[in-house]
């Protein structure tokens, strides 16, 4: 079992910056890779980023590379993810997952955090 607390949302102008943090707890919280996902009203739930348990090698999503930056910290098995640039189409509420990776570039989690509002005002 796997725990996940995500925060960090709020309201920001396009162009400006913010920083998610993701904490996972539970005694196999660092065996899993990380991902976020982020979900629009009336649109399906999409992945926005993965890293795995190392914390290496981060995999974006086309429509946020360049812009996002997925950390982790393995020693208290936390992960941030900056998010600059932010465009109206950003919008969402954003979610952490635990899983593997490859489920969680397939977005079929394991275990998922309460969700965190992101809304981009042009």
């Known amino acids: 079992q796997v725990q996940l607390q995500d925060w960090g949302g709020g309201l920001v102008q396009v162009g400006d910056s913010l920083r998610l943090h993701c904490a996972a707890s539970?005694?196999?919280?660092?065996?899993?890779?990380l991902g976020w996902f982020r979900q629009a009203p009336g649109k399906d739930r999409e992945f926005v980023a993965a890293?795995?348990?190392?914390?290496?090698?981060?995999y974006y999503a086309q429509p946020v590379r360049g812009r996002f930056t997925f950390s982790r910290n393995t020693a208290n098995n936390t992960a941030s993810l900056q998010m600059n640039s932010l465009k109206p189409e950003d919008s969402a509420v954003y979610y952490c997952?635990?899983?593997?990776?490859?489920?969680?570039?397939?977005?079929?989690?394991?275990?998922w955090g309460q969700g965190t509002q992101v809304t981009v005002s042009s």
């Open positions: 539970g005694p196999r919280a660092g065996t899993y890779a």
């Open positions: 890293i795995g348990r190392s914390g290496d090698n981060p």
């Open positions: 997952a635990a899983g593997t990776f490859a489920s969680i570039l397939n977005n079929k989690c394991d275990y």
